[in-house]
């Protein structure tokens, strides 16, 4: 989730920016930055690409500041952005490399070193990001974006530009899917 | 008996209205096979939260970065920054002024372009365009107008060049 600041809001600090100012651009990116890199991260797997397709989302709202309309959904709109990145990229690329995250460089809850959260976690983190890496691209985005971003169906809908019951199929496919694949990964020897 | 499956990720994550909630709730009391699935749905849902990396947990300073990538847009942003009828009529300016230097260069060269020179104009503007990070949404559909512009204009000097041979 993003730090909100009550006093400016985001419509507001997106109508400065388009203005022109830069002070008010930076504060959209501070405030704004965790939601949209830990986003990315969990939808590439790799915190080097995710960082770059986050600054390359925030050159997007820079430049369509001018066109972005002011009815209080910012959230949404700047994470469809990220999203969109993020599957060109993936094409881009054919395939997205799902490598484990390396938790060293990854910054994740820094006050916990990856040794103290046990090498058994790990692996079953890494295990389950690559079946999450494994689901159909909209899939992993619902589920993304519900389960690690804490979207509410409603905010999943706006986002990916589809439907409440779209959202709902596409979460309950992944889940269904993600065990059957976990599943069958206990049984490998 | 209609079966839930359909409904236990949803329910999983709190976003069946009470009525519907409730209707679940009734069901995986009398059905077996969806209580099971249930189960295994609530143990795959958990175990999730082993993988994420929640926006709390990440450390990050993207703000170098981005006045870097976005101070380098600086000229783009003056041209984009303009109405849709300014930027055609810019583009369309730029595109007539370089023809008509190509054509007075050409004239004081005392030959007109070297038939022999295979270089396609319109070539050229699609290698720009495709290098160009500026996509069709930002640019408001300007490659297209780029585009069409430098066929017409190939088109032109080709047929100019035509009767030269």
């Known amino acids: 989730m993003g730090q909100q600041r009550p006093d400016i809001d985001d419509d507001t600090l997106m109508a400065r920016t388009a203005a022109g100012e830069e002070a008010a651009f930076r504060l959209l990116v501070d405030r704004w930055q965790h939601d949209v890199l830990a986003f990315l991260i969990n939808m590439t797997g790799s915190r080097d690409d995710a960082e770059d397709l986050a600054q390359e989302t925030f050159v997007r709202v820079f430049r369509q500041a001018g066109r972005y309309r002011a009815e209080g959904k910012f959230r949404p709109w700047v994470l469809r952005i990220a999203a969109n990145l993020a599957r060109s990229r993936g094409r881009r690329a054919r395939l997205l490399k799902w490598l484990p995250l390396d938790t060293e460089r990854h910054d994740v809850a820094s006050n916990t070193p990856a040794a103290d959260r046990g090498i058994e976690a790990e692996q079953t983190a890494q295990v389950v990001r690559a079946a999450i890496a494994r689901l159909p691209e909209r899939q992993r ?28 199929s596409l979460i309950q496919r992944a889940l269904a899917g993600l065990r059957v694949d976990l599943a069958q990964e206990d049984e490998r020897p | 008996m209609k079966h839930v499956t359909g409904m236990l990720a949803a329910h999983l994550g709190g976003e069946l209205d009470p009525a519907r909630a409730g209707e679940v709730e009734a069901h995986l009391a009398a059905c077996e096979g969806c209580c099971a699935e249930a189960a295994r749905l609530r143990a795959t849902w958990d175990i999730l939260a ?77 290698v720009w365009l495709q290098d160009s990070t500026w996509d069709d949404q930002a640019s408001g559909g300007l490659s297209d107008s780029w585009l069409a512009l430098a066929e017409v204009t190939d088109s032109r000097q080709s047929a100019g060049n035509g009767g030269t041979k």
């Open chain 2, 50 to 126: 082993t993988a994420a990396v929640p926006p709390t947990a990440t450390r990050a300073d993207l703000w170098s970065g981005v006045q870097a990538r976005t101070t380098g847009q600086a000229a783009a942003g003056w041209f984009f920054g303009r109405s849709a009828t300014a930027r055609a009529s810019l583009a369309v300016a730029t595109l007539a002024l370089g023809v008509l230097v190509g054509r007075w260069t050409g004239t004081l060269g005392g030959t007109a372009v070297a038939d022999d020179d295979n270089t396609d104009d319109s070539s050229l503007a699609g």
């Open chain 1, 141 to 168: 985005q619902a589920l993304v974006l519900h389960r690690f971003q804490g979207m509410r169906y409603t905010e999943v809908a706006e986002t990916m530009g589809t439907s409440l019951a779209g959202v709902e």
